[in-house]
């Protein structure tokens, strides 16, 4: 049995769900689970089709960003298919298609996934490289602290008997940063 799992990240990115699906119908899936949820989120709906696959069965995927974190999380995924008999197909694999029910799939799948991961933390460590440089040169300021902005508001409101919570909300601010406000202000 083929069994599909479509993901994007954000709810916004319906036509991206929308795509993925008829890629995996098109395939004849049988099964298919679907999700918009950050690949950092907890992904339910792929714990699901991992449990629900059995031996023989395919899972398939339209491309390997829609189903791993990391070379080490898709190995994980890999490992656990080999474990219930069943396989993985991605079906857009760099103009390819590849299955890890053959031998070259899974090499291929490996390589790929861990040149993808050196790809990513070298991109990482640049992004890191130019924010330092962006500091030392006074061009990089980072975020606007928006909770800060409220400080003498939840000060005020607090010294009327307003709760956190009630405060927080009220500001459009998170509660850590209320108490992070009064424990500043209680210091001064």
Same mark, same amino acid.
């Given at each position: 049995? @083929?069994?599909?799992?479509?993901?994007?990240?954000?709810?916004?990115?319906?036509?991206?769900? =929308?795509?993925?699906?008829? =890629? *995996?119908?098109?395939?004849? &899936?049988?099964? *298919?689970?679907?999700?918009?949820?950050?690949?950092?989120?907890?992904?339910?709906? @792929? =714990?699901?089709? @991992?449990?629900? $696959?059995?031996?023989?069965?395919?899972? $398939? &995927?339209?491309?390997?960003?829609? *189903?791993?974190?990391?070379?080490?999380?898709?190995?994980?995924? &890999?490992?656990?298919?080999?474990?219930? %008999? !069943?396989?993985?197909?991605? @079906?857009?694999?760099?103009?390819?298609?590849?299955?890890?029910? #053959?031998?070259?799939? /899974?090499l291929m799948l490996t390589m790929f996934s861990a040149f993808g991961q050196f790809e990513r933390e070298l991109m990482l460590e640049r992004q890191r490289e130019g924010i330092a440089?962006? /500091? !030392?040169?006074?061009?990089? /300021? %980072?975020?606007?602290?928006?909770?800060?902005?409220?400080?003498?508001?939840?000060?005020?409101?607090? #010294?009327? %008997?307003?709760?956190?919570?009630?405060?927080?909300?009220?500001? %459009?601010?998170?509660?850590? #940063?209320?108490?992070?406000? *009064? /424990?500043? !202000?209680?210091?001064?």
């Open positions: 049995m @083929l069994v599909g799992y479509a993901r994007t990240s954000t709810i916004e990115q319906k036509a991206g769900l =929308d795509a993925q699906i008829r =890629d *995996l119908k098109q395939v004849s &899936v049988e099964k *298919l689970f679907t999700e918009q949820v950050s690949s950092i989120g907890q992904r339910e709906q @792929l =714990d699901a089709a @991992l449990n629900y $696959v059995r031996e023989q069965d395919t899972l $398939v &995927v339209t491309k390997l960003d829609r *189903l791993a974190r990391s070379t080490m999380n898709l190995l994980q995924i &890999v490992e656990l298919l080999d474990i219930k %008999g !069943a396989g993985l197909r991605i @079906l857009d694999f760099g103009g390819g298609e590849v299955n890890t029910k #053959s031998p070259n799939g /899974k440089k962006a /500091k !030392a040169e006074g061009k990089y /300021k %980072g975020r606007k602290p928006t909770a800060r902005a409220h400080s003498s508001e939840v000060i005020r409101l607090h #010294s009327e %008997g307003s709760k956190a919570t009630e405060i927080a909300k009220k500001l %459009g601010i998170g509660r850590a #940063s209320v108490y992070r406000i *009064l /424990k500043t !202000a209680e210091a001064v």
